[in-house]
C-alpha cells in the first residue's frame, strides 16, 4: 500500500520560511516524477514544484519561481519543499504527490499523479 505523508507545515510570517517534508512508503518512486500541489480555500488544486527525477528537470509556476525550491532523496524514498519568503497568497493546503511511472517532461496537473499525501496547512500572517 503506497503512503505519501507530509510534515512540516505551520504558521509563519510573511518573509519567512518553511520547509516540507513528504516521507513516501509502500514502494520507491526512483526516476518517476514528483510534485508539490498547494490548494487554497475556493481555488482549484495548483502545481508549485515538480521534479522529473533526481537531478532532472524542475518546474516552478511564476507564482513561486526563485522563492520555492524542490528536491529529493530517492535513496530515502523523501521529498522536499523549501519555502522561502513566504507570502500572505502562499498559505494553503500543500500536497505531495508522485507519478505511477515515468513520463516526458514534468507533470503539472492534478490528473497526471496517481498517488497523493493527505495535505500539510501553511499559514502565512501577515
Known amino acids: 500500500q503506497v503512503q505519501l505523508v507530509e510534515s512540516g507545515g505551520g504558521l509563519v510570517q510573511a518573509g519567512g520560511s518553511l520547509r516540507l517534508s513528504c516521507a513516501a512508503s509502500g514502494r520507491t518512486f526512483n526516476n518517476v516524477p514528483l510534485g508539490w500541489f498547494r490548494q487554497a480555500p475556493g481555488k482549484e488544486r495548483e502545481i508549485v514544484a515538480g521534479?522529473?527525477?533526481?537531478?532532472?528537470?524542475?518546474y516552478y509556476p511564476d507564482s513561486v519561481k526563485g522563492r520555492f525550491t524542490i528536491s529529493r532523496d530517492d535513496a530515502r524514498n523523501m521529498l522536499y519543499l523549501q519555502m522561502n519568503n513566504l507570502k500572505y497568497e502562499d498559505a494553503a493546503v500543500y500536497y505531495c504527490a508522485a507519478r505511477a511511472g515515468a513520463s516526458i517532461g514534468v507533470p503539472i496537473t492534478v490528473e497526471q499523479y496517481q498517488y497523493w499525501g493527505q495535505g500539510t496547512q501553511v499559514t502565512v500572517s501577515s
Open positions: 521534479s522529473h527525477r533526481s537531478g532532472g528537470t524542475t
